[in-house]
T-cell receptor, first 113, second 112 residues
Framework: QKEVEQNSGPLSVPEGAIASLNCTYS??????FFWYRQYSGKSPELIMS????GDKEDGRFTAQLNKASQYVSLLIRDSQPSDSATYLC?????????????FGKGTHLIIQP | KAGVTQTPRYLIKTRGQQVTLSCSPI?????VSWYQQTPGQGLQFLFE???????NKGNFPGRFSGRQFSNSRSEMNVSTLELGDSALYLC???????????FGPGTRLTVL
């Protein structure tokens, strides 16, 4: 089982709708959870971080964390064509292997005008 | 505050050569991590340096090495290049490993 798993997509969402991106992670001790956005040919840029169970909102973005289910998600409200990118889930995993920020392979999101 | 910088941005090498990539972190950040990104494998962790010490290492062969200087700048070296080393190499800096990491623009390495 991969340590951080995401559906690779592509996930196609109409403009103005809610995009829902999901991520599951292994049972190594997990501290911090991040969502990054990466445009083609560019480096990842941070969207949000979340450290405790529940929801965290920032503008059109909401991150949700459920440690019991080992699940973290990102909701994008009022999706815009500029949101079309690859979204990377990243988890800091400790113990049992190389400690550090472990990435999923990303979900390719397409917002259709 | 200036972001993470990486040099060079693009590099073309041939098999068997070696290469050194450089990363300057955000001022005040002492942790520097290196990643390799390829279409097939995604973003893979290479190693992390903090205060000139390698604290963590990913599952890469010994041909991949790095170091960090007293000013937190870091270099990564790849010896005896192979075709499969063609990738985007990303550097990220943070206050510490468990904090948010900010990425540089990357170095695109092509091995011919």
């Amino acid at each position: 089982q991969k340590e951080v798993e995401q559906n690779s997509g592509p996930l196609s969402v109409p403009e103005g709708a809610i995009a829902s991106l999901n991520c599951t992670y292994s049972d190594r001790v997990s501290q911090s959870f991040f969502w990054y956005r990466q445009y083609s040919g560019k480096s990842p840029e941070l969207i949000m971080s979340i450290y405790s169970n529940g929801d965290k909102e920032d503008g059109r973005f909401t991150a949700q964390l459920n440690k019991a289910s080992q699940y973290v998600s990102l909701l994008i409200r009022d999706s815009q064509p500029s949101d079309s990118a690859t979204y990377l889930c990243a988890v800091i995993l400790l113990g049992g292997g190389a400690d550090g920020l472990t990435f999923g392979k990303g979900t390719h999101l397409i917002i259709q005008p | 505050k200036a972001g993470v910088t990486q040099t060079p941005r693009y590099l073309i090498k041939t098999r068997g050569q070696q290469v050194t990539l450089s990363c300057s972190p955000i001022s005040g950040h002492r942790s520097v991590s290196w990643y390799q990104q390829t279409p097939g494998q995604g973003l893979q962790f290479l190693f992390e340096y903090f205060s000139e010490t390698q604290r963590n290492k990913g599952n890469f062969p010994g041909r991949f090495s790095g170091r960090q200087f007293s000013n937190s700048r870091s270099e990564m070296n790849v010896s005896t290049l192979e075709l499969g080393d063609s990738a985007l190499y990303l550097c990220a800096s943070s206050l510490d490993m468990t904090n948010t990491q900010y990425f540089g623009p990357g170095t695109r390495l092509t091995v011919l």
